[in-house]
Protein backbone atom coordinates (compact mmCIF):
# COMPACT_ATOMS: atom_id res chain seq x y z
CA UNK A 1 0.00 0.00 0.00
CA UNK A 2 2.80 2.33 0.49
CA UNK A 3 3.31 2.85 -3.03
CA UNK A 4 0.22 4.33 -3.73
CA UNK A 5 1.18 6.73 -1.33
CA UNK A 6 -1.12 9.98 -1.28
CA UNK A 7 -1.61 13.79 0.25
CA UNK A 8 -5.03 12.96 2.06
CA UNK A 9 -5.36 12.96 5.67
CA UNK A 10 -5.82 9.72 6.06
CA UNK A 11 -2.94 6.86 6.38
CA UNK A 12 -5.45 5.00 4.47
CA UNK A 13 -5.06 5.25 0.36
CA UNK A 14 -7.34 3.35 -1.58
CA UNK A 15 -6.10 1.96 -5.15
CA UNK A 16 -8.98 2.24 -6.90
CA UNK A 17 -8.96 6.25 -6.01
CA UNK A 18 -5.75 6.15 -6.83
CA UNK A 19 -5.91 4.34 -10.18
CA UNK A 20 -8.93 6.50 -11.36
CA UNK A 21 -6.99 10.00 -10.27
CA UNK A 22 -4.23 8.96 -12.33
CA UNK A 23 -5.98 7.65 -15.27
CA UNK A 24 -5.80 9.74 -18.83
CA UNK A 25 -8.79 12.11 -19.27
CA UNK A 26 -9.59 12.15 -15.07
CA UNK A 27 -6.94 15.17 -14.40
CA UNK A 28 -10.36 17.45 -13.79
CA UNK A 29 -11.07 15.26 -10.52
CA UNK A 30 -9.34 15.45 -7.12
CA UNK A 31 -8.54 12.31 -4.72
CA UNK A 32 -11.62 12.35 -1.69
CA UNK A 33 -10.36 11.66 1.45
CA UNK A 34 -11.02 8.50 3.06
CA UNK A 35 -12.86 9.78 5.80
CA UNK A 36 -15.65 11.66 3.95
CA UNK A 37 -16.40 8.48 1.70
CA UNK A 38 -16.95 6.43 5.08
CA UNK A 39 -19.27 8.90 6.78
CA UNK A 40 -22.79 7.91 5.61
CA UNK A 41 -23.65 11.27 5.82
CA UNK A 42 -22.09 13.15 3.05
CA UNK A 43 -23.47 9.97 0.76
CA UNK A 44 -27.30 11.07 1.72
CA UNK A 45 -29.71 10.22 -1.15
CA UNK A 46 -26.75 8.47 -3.59
CA UNK A 47 -28.24 5.13 -2.97
CA UNK A 48 -31.06 5.76 -5.25
CA UNK A 49 -29.46 7.61 -8.25
CA UNK A 50 -26.49 4.88 -8.66
CA UNK A 51 -27.09 1.34 -10.23
CA UNK A 52 -25.24 -1.34 -8.04
CA UNK A 53 -24.68 1.55 -5.07
CA UNK A 54 -23.33 -1.06 -2.38
CA UNK A 55 -21.01 -3.34 -4.55
CA UNK A 56 -20.19 0.87 -6.10
CA UNK A 57 -19.01 2.10 -2.95
CA UNK A 58 -17.19 -1.32 -1.76
CA UNK A 59 -14.80 -0.86 -5.34
CA UNK A 60 -14.28 2.95 -4.67
CA UNK A 61 -13.41 2.80 -1.01
CA UNK A 62 -11.19 -0.79 -1.89
CA UNK A 63 -13.44 -3.41 0.31
CA UNK A 64 -14.62 -5.30 -2.95
CA UNK A 65 -13.70 -8.67 -2.53
CA UNK A 66 -16.61 -10.90 -4.81
CA UNK A 67 -15.67 -12.66 -7.46
CA UNK A 68 -18.05 -12.04 -10.38
CA UNK A 69 -18.35 -12.38 -14.07
CA UNK A 70 -16.42 -9.78 -16.81
CA UNK A 71 -19.68 -8.13 -17.66
CA UNK A 72 -21.06 -7.38 -13.73
CA UNK A 73 -17.69 -6.03 -12.94
CA UNK A 74 -17.80 -3.76 -16.09
CA UNK A 75 -21.18 -2.83 -14.43
CA UNK A 76 -20.15 -2.09 -11.15
CA UNK A 77 -17.29 -0.10 -12.53
CA UNK A 78 -19.13 2.23 -14.57
CA UNK A 79 -21.45 2.63 -11.34
CA UNK A 80 -17.89 3.39 -9.19
CA UNK A 81 -17.61 5.92 -11.54
CA UNK A 82 -20.79 7.07 -11.38
CA UNK A 83 -21.09 6.91 -7.65
CA UNK A 84 -17.37 8.94 -7.49
CA UNK A 85 -18.15 11.66 -9.60
CA UNK A 86 -21.40 12.59 -7.69
CA UNK A 87 -19.52 12.54 -4.28
CA UNK A 88 -16.70 14.30 -5.89
CA UNK A 89 -19.31 16.96 -6.63
CA UNK A 90 -20.37 17.86 -3.02
CA UNK A 91 -16.81 16.76 -2.16
CA UNK A 92 -15.12 19.83 -3.94
CA UNK A 93 -17.26 22.54 -1.91
CA UNK A 94 -15.71 21.76 1.36
CA UNK A 95 -12.81 23.25 3.02
CA UNK A 96 -10.51 20.29 2.02
CA UNK A 97 -11.77 19.67 -1.62
CA UNK A 98 -11.43 23.72 -2.14
CA UNK A 99 -8.23 23.82 -1.04
CA UNK A 100 -7.17 20.80 -3.12
CA UNK A 101 -8.72 22.46 -6.51
CA UNK A 102 -7.55 25.82 -5.88
CA UNK A 103 -3.90 24.13 -6.14
CA UNK A 104 -5.14 22.49 -9.46
CA UNK A 105 -6.33 26.06 -10.82
CA UNK A 106 -3.31 27.89 -9.62
CA UNK A 107 -1.13 24.84 -11.38
CA UNK A 108 -3.17 25.57 -14.57
CA UNK A 109 -4.25 22.32 -14.44
CA UNK A 110 -7.82 23.31 -16.30
CA UNK A 111 -6.19 25.00 -19.32
CA UNK A 112 -6.00 28.44 -20.16
CA UNK A 113 -8.99 30.58 -21.21
CA UNK A 114 -8.37 30.63 -25.62
CA UNK A 115 -9.53 34.06 -25.46
CA UNK A 116 -6.45 36.38 -26.28
CA UNK A 117 -7.55 39.06 -24.16
CA UNK A 118 -7.58 37.48 -21.43
CA UNK A 119 -3.75 36.79 -21.73
CA UNK A 120 -4.38 33.26 -20.53
CA UNK A 121 -6.37 32.92 -17.33
CA UNK A 122 -6.07 29.62 -15.29
CA UNK A 123 -9.82 28.38 -16.13
CA UNK A 124 -11.89 26.37 -14.10
CA UNK A 125 -14.30 23.50 -14.39
CA UNK A 126 -18.00 23.79 -13.93
CA UNK A 127 -21.68 22.30 -14.79
CA UNK A 128 -24.47 23.27 -16.39
CA UNK A 129 -26.60 21.36 -14.52
CA UNK A 130 -26.24 19.99 -11.05
CA UNK A 131 -28.61 16.79 -12.55
CA UNK A 132 -26.32 14.16 -14.15
CA UNK A 133 -26.74 13.37 -18.19
CA UNK A 134 -27.86 16.87 -18.77
CA UNK A 135 -24.41 18.73 -20.03
CA UNK A 136 -20.81 17.87 -20.23
CA UNK A 137 -17.56 19.69 -17.97
CA UNK A 138 -17.50 23.07 -19.64
CA UNK A 139 -14.20 25.37 -18.17
CA UNK A 140 -15.08 29.08 -16.89
CA UNK A 141 -12.97 32.04 -16.98
CA UNK A 142 -12.90 34.98 -14.46
CA UNK A 143 -12.01 37.25 -16.62
CA UNK A 144 -14.06 37.32 -18.98
CA UNK A 145 -17.09 35.46 -17.07
CA UNK A 146 -17.74 33.38 -19.79
CA UNK A 147 -17.23 29.62 -20.68
CA UNK A 148 -15.28 26.83 -23.15
CA UNK A 149 -15.93 23.76 -23.98
CA UNK A 150 -12.23 21.72 -23.09
CA UNK A 151 -9.99 20.88 -25.93
CA UNK A 152 -9.17 17.21 -24.64
CA UNK A 153 -12.31 14.99 -26.29
CA UNK A 154 -11.34 13.14 -23.25
CA UNK A 155 -12.31 15.75 -20.72
CA UNK A 156 -15.34 16.70 -23.15
CA UNK A 157 -17.20 12.98 -21.84
CA UNK A 158 -17.21 14.51 -18.52
CA UNK A 159 -20.43 14.84 -16.96
CA UNK A 160 -20.80 18.51 -15.90
CA UNK A 161 -22.89 17.20 -12.77
CA UNK A 162 -19.71 15.80 -11.40
CA UNK A 163 -18.53 19.52 -10.54
CA UNK A 164 -21.90 21.57 -10.44
CA UNK A 165 -23.01 25.23 -10.89
CA UNK A 166 -21.88 27.11 -7.43
CA UNK A 167 -18.24 25.30 -7.20
CA UNK A 168 -16.35 27.95 -8.94
CA UNK A 169 -18.08 30.60 -7.36
CA UNK A 170 -17.59 29.45 -3.76
CA UNK A 171 -14.12 29.01 -4.73
CA UNK A 172 -13.64 32.71 -5.38
CA UNK A 173 -15.82 33.44 -2.25
CA UNK A 174 -13.63 31.19 -0.27
CA UNK A 175 -10.07 32.50 -2.09
CA UNK A 176 -10.96 36.46 -2.39
CA UNK A 177 -7.58 36.91 -4.05
CA UNK A 178 -7.58 34.54 -6.88
CA UNK A 179 -10.05 36.69 -8.35
CA UNK A 180 -8.74 37.90 -10.96
CA UNK A 181 -9.33 41.83 -12.32
CA UNK A 182 -12.25 41.91 -14.33
CA UNK A 183 -10.92 42.92 -17.88
CA UNK A 184 -12.90 45.64 -19.92
CA UNK A 185 -10.88 45.90 -23.10
CA UNK A 186 -12.92 44.62 -26.94
CA UNK A 187 -11.41 43.49 -29.86
CA UNK A 188 -12.26 46.76 -32.10
CA UNK A 189 -12.28 46.29 -35.46
CA UNK A 190 -10.01 48.72 -37.59
CA UNK A 191 -9.20 49.15 -41.25
CA UNK A 192 -5.71 50.88 -41.64
CA UNK A 193 -5.65 52.46 -38.10
CA UNK A 194 -9.16 53.90 -38.18
CA UNK A 195 -11.85 52.21 -35.73
CA UNK A 196 -14.74 50.91 -38.04
CA UNK A 197 -17.92 53.01 -36.53
CA UNK A 198 -20.27 50.56 -35.26
CA UNK A 199 -23.24 52.62 -36.38
CA UNK A 200 -23.86 50.95 -39.12
CA UNK A 201 -23.36 47.64 -37.89
CA UNK A 202 -26.27 48.24 -35.14
CA UNK A 203 -28.34 49.82 -37.45
CA UNK A 204 -28.30 46.32 -39.69
CA UNK A 205 -28.61 44.42 -36.43
CA UNK A 206 -31.95 46.83 -35.47
CA UNK A 207 -33.67 46.04 -39.44
CA UNK A 208 -32.95 42.52 -38.98
CA UNK A 209 -34.62 42.29 -35.60
CA UNK A 210 -37.42 44.72 -36.37
CA UNK A 211 -38.68 42.17 -39.65
CA UNK A 212 -38.24 38.63 -37.45
CA UNK A 213 -40.40 40.56 -35.20
CA UNK A 214 -43.06 41.87 -37.66
CA UNK A 215 -43.12 38.14 -38.89
CA UNK A 216 -44.06 36.39 -35.72
CA UNK A 217 -46.88 39.02 -35.32
CA UNK A 218 -48.09 38.43 -38.90
CA UNK A 219 -47.88 34.70 -38.25
CA UNK A 220 -50.27 35.09 -35.10
CA UNK A 221 -52.52 37.33 -37.35
CA UNK A 222 -51.55 40.13 -35.12
CA UNK A 223 -51.19 43.83 -36.24
CA UNK A 224 -47.50 44.82 -36.29
CA UNK A 225 -48.02 48.45 -36.17
CA UNK A 226 -45.88 49.25 -39.37
CA UNK A 227 -48.65 48.48 -42.16
CA UNK A 228 -48.21 52.31 -43.22
CA UNK A 229 -44.52 51.58 -43.87
CA UNK A 230 -45.13 48.27 -45.42
CA UNK A 231 -47.28 49.84 -47.79
CA UNK A 232 -45.43 52.89 -48.77
CA UNK A 233 -42.24 50.10 -49.48
CA UNK A 234 -44.59 48.30 -51.30
CA UNK A 235 -45.69 51.30 -53.47
CA UNK A 236 -42.15 52.32 -54.13
CA UNK A 237 -41.38 49.00 -54.97
CA UNK A 238 -44.25 49.30 -57.42
CA UNK A 239 -43.24 52.44 -58.88
CA UNK A 240 -39.88 51.23 -59.70
CA UNK A 241 -41.10 48.25 -61.36
CA UNK A 242 -43.83 50.19 -63.76
CA UNK A 243 -40.73 52.47 -64.44
CA UNK A 244 -38.53 49.89 -65.34
CA UNK A 245 -40.97 48.29 -67.26
CA UNK A 246 -41.94 51.49 -69.08
CA UNK A 247 -38.02 51.85 -69.92
CA UNK A 248 -38.42 48.37 -71.35
CA UNK A 249 -41.13 49.46 -73.57
CA UNK A 250 -39.27 52.23 -74.98
CA UNK A 251 -36.26 50.39 -75.82
CA UNK A 252 -38.77 47.72 -77.28
CA UNK A 253 -40.42 50.60 -79.02
CA UNK A 254 -36.83 52.10 -80.46
CA UNK A 255 -35.60 48.98 -81.94
CA UNK A 256 -38.45 47.80 -84.08
CA UNK A 257 -38.02 51.60 -85.29
CA UNK A 258 -34.77 50.84 -86.16
CA UNK A 259 -35.50 47.65 -87.95
CA UNK A 260 -38.48 49.24 -89.92
CA UNK A 261 -35.92 51.78 -91.60
CA UNK A 262 -33.61 49.15 -92.30
Same mark, same amino acid.
Request: no cysteine; proline share 4%.
Given at each position: MDDFASDTDSDYTSYWRDWFISSRGNEYFCEIDEDYLTDR???????TEVQYYQYALDLVTDVFDMEVDDDMREQIEKAARH??????? /?????? /???????????QGVFGKCPRVICESQHLLPMGQHDIPSHSQVKLYCAKCEDIY????? /?????? %????????????? #???????? #??? #?RRYEPRI? %??RVHASAALMRWQEERREEMKMRLRGRGMETGFEEEDEEGEEEV?? @???? @?GEE? %??DDMFEGQMQAVQ
Open positions: FNLTGLNLYGLVHA /RYIVTT /RGLAKMMEKYKNPKSS /RHNSID %GAYFGTSFHNILF #QVYPALMP #QKT #QY %GFSE @EVEV @ED %GI
